[in-house]
């Protein structure tokens, strides 16, 4: 936890309501977003219960197993969902953009909208993996043959889940992430993890503060578990004997029949309060202006919703159990770069991300006192545009002489460390030398350096693009990594 989080934390429980640490989005939120809040039944391995889905307030649609313990009504419920899921998917492929690659030489094709999924909590998307792990290798023939709509959702699923691991992504979000990613409560990350509490911070009933809001949302018999997870009193004593009740009237179709609508009472009951949670929370999101990085990031979801969608179309397999040692390597590699550069376009995007690094030392705030924007160096082969600017700065600048510096207010400009004054009046001077940014003539555009007067932010961090790491083809891998088995062929005799 870094400093100012642990400082919003400690205000929010002394003024009773959550605090912001983002002063923008960080995440994309579609017009309609698919929102699905699952339940699991107790004491199975992801046995699903029950889910409320749908893309709007007033349009959710219950999905019941009665009995979850049955592979029948589990595939059931997997095909109902596929019902709803699968075409939501195929809303956002009516059109296609072209994208130039290569530097401008050739274009690709994606999709100009992608879908968006929200759980209530991380479980939430553990729940859907593991759903998908379950069905995307059913068959729809041969021995226990389901829907061919299965298999093709558990496809889907994994690849939502997927793409949750990936920093900065938005295909799948979990809304206890999404809401304190841009609000610090007055309770633990593990706290957190409940979405009533976290919305009773952020959103308190009136005449309540945030801590009163959260220990009603503690109250399983006012404010249900948002899932997967239930309440065991709930199963006990109310679900349990309805499921019994079920099973009781397989010979009579009336009483069947009421048991059902007695099973989908009880299970709409503990789904909608969460329900009403979750677009409360998109409401407050929505609130949030997006950052500038934020539909870059979106078009990375684009590329990846048109690439799986392309692969499945070709027939493609679905994913494997575990991934190779090469892909595992080139995943983790995918996702450490993925890290880094949204850590980097974060802070660039929101002052309030910034001034963590600015504790930290990776980056200061200073006044452009003195600038000299037509400077030439010409101690080259030929004479290069390097304009220097002064600023002085009252926070502790611990960058060494020399260091490559970058601004967001120019980011395709390099700073170069020259000299770093401290002065007895607690200033220090730090003198740049710019380069980038200001075409190949010997004379700046306007506004391309930095004028006196100009209050500015430097840093460490770069939004430059990171290059892929080499890895080897699995046709070099050893064998004791997955690649081809060595060859024991008994090499050949010569003849003395």
């Avoid at 409320?52 to 029948?72: E, F, K, Y």
């Avoid at 006196?452 to 939004?463: F, I, K, N």
């Amino acid at each position: 936890m870094s400093t100012l989080r642990a400082l919003a934390k400690a205000r929010a429980v002394a003024a009773g309501v959550a605090q912001p640490v983002a002063t923008v989005r960080h995440l994309h939120l579609h017009e309609r977003p698919l929102v699905l809040v699952p339940l699991a039944l107790a004491g199975e391995a992801n046995a699903p219960l029950a889910a409320l889905v749908g893309s709007t307030p007033h349009d959710a649609r219950l999905l019941v197993v009665p009995q979850p313990r049955n592979r029948d009504q589990r595939h059931g419920f997997t095909a109902e969902l596929a019902a709803i899921v699968l075409p939501h998917l195929d809303a956002h492929r009516q059109a296609s953009e072209a994208v130039p690659v290569d530097r401008g030489r050739d274009v690709r094709h994606r999709y100009v909208d992608a879908p968006q999924l929200l759980v209530p909590n991380p479980a939430g998307i553990t729940f859907l993996r593991l759903l998908g792990r379950s069905t995307r290798f059913r068959r729809a023939d041969g021995e226990h043959p389901v829907h061919p709509s299965v298999p093709l959702l558990g496809r889907w699923l994994t690849f939502f889940a997927e793409r949750a691991e990936h920093p900065g992504s938005s295909a799948l979000l979990a809304m206890t992430d999404a809401l304190t990613l841009h609000w610090a409560t007055g309770q633990s990350a593990v706290e957190d993890l409940h979405l009533p509490a976290v919305l009773g911070w952020l959103d308190p009933p009136a005449g309540l503060t945030g801590a009163e809001a959260v220990a009603r949302a503690e109250d399983p018999a006012t404010m249900p578990p948002a899932g997967p997870a239930t309440d065991p009193d709930f199963d006990n004593h109310r679900l349990a004997p309805a499921m019994a009740a079920y099973a009781e009237a397989d010979d009579d179709p009336v009483a069947r029949v009421e048991a059902y609508a007695e099973l989908e009472r009880l299970l709409r009951d503990q789904l909608t309060p969460t329900w009403e949670l979750m677009w409360r929370g998109v409401g407050l999101l929505r609130g949030l202006p997006p950052g500038a990085r934020v539909e870059g990031r979106w078009a990375g979801d684009r590329d990846a919703f048109t690439a799986h969608a392309e692969h499945v179309d070709a027939g493609g397999g679905p994913q494997p159990r575990r991934d190779g040692a090469v892909a595992a390597a080139v995943r983790l590699h995918r996702l450490e770069r993925a890290l880094t550069s949204y850590a980097v376009q974060r802070a660039y995007d929101d002052p309030l991300v910034m001034a963590e690094h600015r504790l930290t030392g990776e980056a200061f705030v200073g006044e452009v006192t003195l600038a000299d924007p037509k400077r030439v160096d010409d101690s080259g082969k030929r004479p290069v545009l390097r304009p220097r600017v002064q600023l002085v700065t009252t926070e502790p600048v611990l960058v060494p002489v020399g260091a490559t510096l970058h601004s967001p207010a120019r980011p395709g400009q390099k700073a170069r460390v020259v000299f770093v004054t401290p002065g007895a009046d607690g200033k220090t001077e730090v003198v740049l030398e710019l380069s980038g940014g200001m075409g190949r003539a010997l004379t700046a555009p306007p506004g391309s350096v930095p004028e006196v007067g100009e209050r500015l932010c430097y840093t460490t961090l770069s939004d430059a693009f990171l290059p892929a790491g080499a890895f080897p083809t699995p046709e070099e891998t050893p064998w004791t990594h997955g690649g081809p088995p060595a060859d024991e062929s008994p090499a050949p005799v010569r003849d003395s």
